[in-house]
């Protein structure tokens, strides 16, 4: 299979590079920088045929897809700094990326007949109750620009598109990036305390397991919404920290606090980003590991 990945130089998009690459699938990289530029090097990723693309250039979005005509699309490329989409000198550049260069994706993937995944995010949703929130549910109401850009990226696909997966996820960590892990690690290096909030519930995800379950997806025709995290449970940030400061080795003391006490994010947070990952089952997907054992395993391909 041919498959043509956006954003390869963040976190997901050099995992499912790797992933592809393990299973003899033909794997073309795409990014907006001229040549691969992620923080990380690896053999599959580099040699894997890159394409320089803006997501956020309609036309040659389409010269491109048509060009190379992939048998599928995994849709990586957004912007993810949600605090930073807050400020209005970059709410037009988060919609222009999240939400219309996802359209010009799908709209591409249209035309060539490519089967296309989405990944969207716990944010689409109030975080209200203590319910999981079901894939197939239509009650959106987000809290933040950030949310609403990558909802209305969702209502693109299906808008464009019967051949999709909207894969929506929480809690990313991954070895090609900056995320909670590595940040909350450096922190605790240099401070004997530190504060996280323990009042927001949901589940991490390591982008090396929801890569594998995402070309477990494409390598079928098994189309829809679905939710996907890592097993074990719904945690808050701080058993998160304190989970991964106890593998690592750090005595740095975590202190749980609302996330009014913490106080600090100019973006609203869902106190509820509980995913029902059921239909992964029912559609005979395998679930991601624990989220324990993916931090074990993070830690050991990272250096912190």
């Not at 919404?225 to 989970?243: L, M, P, Q, R, V």
Request: charged share 25%; with cysteine.
């Amino acid at each position: 299979m041919k498959v043509f990945v956006t954003g390869v130089n963040g976190q997901l998009g050099y995992d499912v590079i790797k992933e592809l690459a393990s299973r003899g699938h033909e794997a073309i990289a795409s990014d907006v920088s001229d040549a691969y530029a992620g923080p990380l090097k690896d053999d599959a990723v580099t040699s894997a045929h890159y394409v320089r693309m803006d997501i956020t250039d309609r036309e040659a979005v389409l010269d491109c897809l048509r060009e190379i005509k992939p048998d599928a699309v995994v849709h990586c490329a957004a912007w993810t700094a949600v605090d930073a989409a807050e400020d209005p000198e970059n709410v037009e550049k988060v919609f222009s990326v999240n939400s219309k260069g996802t359209y010009n994706i799908a709209l591409a993937a249209r035309e060539i007949d490519a089967k296309m995944v989405y990944f969207s995010t716990d944010y689409v949703f109030d975080g209200r109750g203590t319910e999981p929130w079901d894939p197939d549910q239509i009650d959106f109401r987000p809290l933040s620009v950030y949310g609403q850009s990558k909802l209305d990226g969702e209502y693109a696909v299906i808008k464009a598109l019967d051949k999709y997966y909207v894969v929506r996820i929480a809690w990313v960590f991954g070895a090609n990036g900056n995320n909670f892990i590595k940040t909350m690690i450096n922190v605790g290096k240099s401070h004997d305390k530190v504060s996280v909030v323990n009042d927001q519930i949901g589940t991490p995800t390591y982008t090396v397991d929801l890569a594998r379950l995402v070309v477990d997806m494409i390598e079928t025709e098994k189309y829809g919404f679905y939710h996907a995290t890592n097993e074990g449970g719904y945690i808050s940030w701080y058993d998160f920290c304190k989970e991964f400061y106890d593998q690592y080795g750090l005595a740095t003391e975590v202190v749980g606090v609302t996330t009014e006490e913490y106080g600090l994010s100019k973006a609203a947070r869902p106190y509820n980003s509980r995913l029902d990952k059921s239909k992964l089952v029912e559609q005979g997907f395998k679930p991601l590991p624990d989220w324990k054992d993916a931090v074990a395993r993070f830690l050991k391909e990272v250096d912190i």
